[in-house]
């Protein structure tokens, strides 16, 4: 993915990000910690290298004006249109599974993911 995406000055978690706002829209920089399971600061980095390629805009919420709205600029949307399709990552990495083993897997790892996650908010109490 990486060395795919590094002639386009892109890395993994930009690609994520322009990856939300192409598909989803406009999203509030907050619900990309848990969507990409990083943390706050990381996310403003991202964000914050993607604002100043051009490719991602800020805008104040209206709602509450501590929050950002991100979305793509048309930049980021052309950039987007260009870039190549990942899907052979997939077919790499699951062809000959069958669609229940990966179902099984990823609801496994997610479950998996969720208790670790529970355990750590635990001890940081």
């Known amino acids: 993915m990486e060395e795919t995406l590094r002639p386009h000055g892109l890395g993994a978690t930009q690609w994520y990000v322009l990856h939300q706002l192409a598909h989803d829209g406009p999203t509030m920089q907050r619900e990309?910690?848990?969507?990409?399971?990083?943390?706050?600061?990381t996310v403003s980095i991202i964000v914050s290298a993607l604002v100043r390629k051009g490719?991602?805009?800020?805008?104040?919420?209206?709602?509450?004006?501590?929050?950002?709205?991100?979305?793509?600029?048309?930049?980021?949307?052309?950039?987007?249109r260009e870039l190549p399709?990942?899907?052979?990552?997939?077919?790499?990495?699951?062809?000959?599974?069958?669609?229940?083993?990966?179902?099984?897997?990823?609801r496994v790892l997610k479950a998996a993911t969720q208790r670790l996650n529970q355990r750590l908010k635990g001890k940081m109490k």
């Open 32 to 41: 990309l910690i848990p969507l990409l399971q990083i943390e706050r600061a």
């Open 55 to 80: 490719l991602v805009e800020q805008v104040v919420d209206t709602a509450d004006q501590r929050q950002k709205r991100l979305r793509l600029t048309p930049a980021g949307t052309a950039l987007w």
């Open 85 to 106: 399709d990942l899907g052979f990552i997939q077919e790499a990495a699951f062809s000959g599974f069958s669609d229940a083993e990966i179902e099984t897997t990823s």
